[in-house]
């Protein structure tokens, strides 16, 4: 190989210096957006902290592939003209990634989340799960499977969302449905009793107990377990209370309640039928 004919081409040197370039361009990005991620979040939420990491590691390898094709000769108003045409062309063949962008903006703005909030996106009963990331296109959830789930900006500011995490409290309720015969004014004073005794439980809302319908046969009721708790004590609760009132069934020997079926014999009817006299006879 001959050093000197390489060395010796200015055009060759040039192109050197440009992969040289955008290599360290591509470095650079990455360890811009992992000193962004590093940063501690004084004062404002981590959410915008990695949206501005993905933002920043784009615009830093954009602006390393500029460099390099003006290391090589290309001129920069022709370049910025390039890339206004393909920007313009990209921006409509990519609509959906565009607004996804525009949703992540909107997202950072009006903060209806932010990163360590559980949310469900969806209809109730949707997708849940703990914030995790909200970056430039997508936002990313761990659900309590430990599942992560990736949602688009675009998609989660146009869907409804519930955001668990938005105020201290949570409101436990919890439906127990019980036979007529029990002893209901006792078990419900032992529920109340449970409710007043938990420390978990807040006493302003005060927690109370409250029958909230029958059973369609009419041999039973529901009985509901209001109580108020702090957001991040609601699982731990929301289970303590199950397995509690589980153990109070237990020692009120309590039966469900259960559906009545009445079998009619088709002839006897017949002949109950047949003796009904006709008041108009």
Same mark, same amino acid.
């Given at each position: 190989?001959? &050093?000197? *004919?390489?060395?010796?081409?200015?055009?060759?040197?040039?192109?050197?210096?440009?992969?040289?370039?955008?290599?360290?361009?591509?470095?650079?990005?990455? &360890?811009?957006?992992? *000193?962004?991620?590093?940063?501690?979040?004084? #004062?404002?939420?981590?959410?915008?902290?990695?949206?501005?990491?993905?933002? *920043?590691?784009?615009?830093?390898?954009?602006?390393?592939?500029?460099?390099?094709?003006?290391?090589?000769?290309?001129?920069?108003?022709?370049?910025?003209?390039?890339?206004?045409?393909? #920007?313009? #062309?990209?921006?409509?063949?990519?609509?959906? !990634?565009?607004?996804?962008?525009?949703?992540?903006?909107?997202?950072?703005?009006?903060?209806?989340?932010?990163?360590?909030?559980?949310? /469900?996106?969806?209809?109730? #009963?949707?997708?849940?799960?703990?914030?995790?990331?909200?970056?430039?296109?997508?936002?990313?959830?761990?659900?309590?499977?430990?599942?992560?789930?990736?949602?688009?900006?675009? !998609?989660? @500011?146009?869907?409804?969302?519930?955001?668990?995490?938005?105020?201290?409290?949570?409101?436990?309720?919890?439906?127990?449905? @019980?036979?007529?015969?029990? =002893?209901? /004014?006792?078990? =419900?004073?032992?529920?109340?009793?449970?409710?007043? *005794? +938990?420390?978990?439980?807040?006493?302003?809302?005060?927690?109370?107990?409250?029958? !909230?319908?029958?059973?369609?046969?009419?041999?039973?009721?529901?009985?509901?377990?209001?109580?108020? +708790?702090?957001?991040?004590?609601? &699982?731990?609760?929301?289970?303590?209370?199950?397995?509690?009132?589980?153990?109070?069934?237990?020692?009120?020997?309590?039966?469900?309640?259960?559906?009545?079926?009445?079998?009619?014999?088709?002839?006897?009817?017949?002949?109950?039928?047949?003796?009904?006299?006709?008041?108009?006879?």
């Amino acid at each position: 190989m001959d &050093w000197n *004919s390489i060395f010796s081409n200015a055009f060759l040197l040039k192109v050197i210096a440009a992969v040289v370039e955008l290599v360290i361009g591509m470095f650079a990005a990455r &360890w811009v957006s992992r *000193s962004i991620l590093r940063m501690k979040p004084i #004062g404002m939420e981590k959410g915008v902290l990695t949206f501005a990491a993905s933002a *920043s590691g784009i615009l830093v390898r954009i602006f390393a592939v500029v460099i390099a094709l003006g290391q090589i000769g290309a001129k920069m108003d022709v370049l910025v003209g390039a890339f206004s045409a393909v #920007g313009l #062309g990209v921006s409509l063949a990519l609509k959906e !990634s565009m607004a996804n962008v525009a949703g992540g903006l909107q997202i950072l703005i009006t903060k209806p989340f932010k990163v360590g909030d559980y949310i /469900e996106y969806g209809e109730p #009963g949707g997708i849940g799960g703990t914030v995790k990331q909200i970056e430039l296109m997508f936002t990313s959830l761990q659900t309590p499977n430990l599942q992560e789930i990736v949602i688009p900006n675009a !998609s989660l @500011v146009s869907g409804n969302i519930v955001n668990y995490s938005a105020n201290i409290n949570r409101r436990i309720v919890i439906s127990v449905p @019980v036979a007529g015969s029990i =002893r209901y /004014e006792s078990f =419900r004073k032992s529920l109340q009793d449970l409710l007043d *005794s +938990t420390k978990e439980i807040l006493k302003d809302p005060k927690p109370m107990t409250a029958v !909230s319908g029958f059973t369609a046969a009419g041999n039973g009721m529901i009985i509901n377990v209001i109580a108020y +708790t702090r957001t991040d004590k609601y &699982w731990d609760m929301l289970y303590y209370l199950n397995e509690q009132i589980q153990h109070l069934m237990v020692e009120y020997a309590m039966e469900q309640p259960t559906d009545l079926v009445r079998i009619i014999d088709p002839q006897m009817l017949s002949k109950d039928l047949a003796n009904v006299k006709n008041p108009l006879s």
